[in-house]
């Protein structure tokens, strides 16, 4: 497998859509649950939308009629698609993989995830 690379990140106003993307070469696949997260400077980084084992994904409630995860197999690639950004959505985001075999619990990401480098989300009110 390779790394784990986000993009997509931008700045945008109150109100607006982006979507993150995270390529994954050899992660977008059954072994691998994946899921996006966030942090801001001072908190503790958290779940945004995760996959779990049987493949169904978990939003954050804050999220929850916003964000949309997709994934392209063919392209590797895990998106996050956020729309009606508020100004509390502004983080850097994060995609993570873990293996399936470990469970894919939200502390299982936290604890031995395979991580990005994020990329910078800022939305302006």
């Known amino acids: 497998q390779g790394q784990l690379v986000e993009s997509g990140g931008t700045s945008v106003q109150s109100g607006g859509s982006l979507r993150l993307s995270c390529a994954a070469p050899g992660y977008v696949d059954s072994n691998y649950c994946m899921g996006w997260f966030r942090q801001t400077p001072g908190k503790e980084r958290e779940a945004v939308a995760v996959?779990?084992?049987?493949?169904?994904?978990t939003y954050a409630d804050s999220v929850k009629g916003r964000f949309t995860v997709s994934q392209d197999n063919a392209k590797n690639t895990l998106y996050l698609q956020m729309s009606s950004l508020q100004p509390e959505d502004t983080a850097t985001y994060y995609c993570?993989?873990?293996?399936?075999?470990?469970?894919?619990?939200?502390?299982?990401?936290?604890?031995?995830?395979?991580w990005g480098q994020g990329t910078q989300v800022t939305v302006s009110s």
């Open positions: 993570a993989a873990v293996p399936k075999v470990r469970g894919c619990a939200v502390r299982t990401y936290l604890s031995v995830g395979l």
């Open positions: 996959k779990g084992v049987v493949g169904s994904t």
